[in-house]
């Protein structure tokens, strides 16, 4: 069950990482969201949720 977890968690930072890179935000923001996601995976993720750069996937 642990395994299940921890692959649910590593594809959501992945797409996370993904999104922020998709962003319009300057670079060094970006590295400084992507560090946050990889070094704090799950606390990252949802800090990243509620309060990072979104893709602009649409426009």
Sequence with gaps: MGYIIS???????VWAI????NTN???STKI???VLVAVL??????IWWF?????NYGS
């Design 41 to 46: 995976p799950v606390l990252g993720l949802i």
């Design 25 to 27: 935000v300057q670079t």
């Design 18 to 21: 993904a999104s922020i890179i």
């Design 32 to 34: 400084i969201w992507i």
């Design 7 to 13: 692959a649910i968690i590593f594809a959501l930072d």
């Design 51 to 55: 309060a990072g750069p979104k893709a």
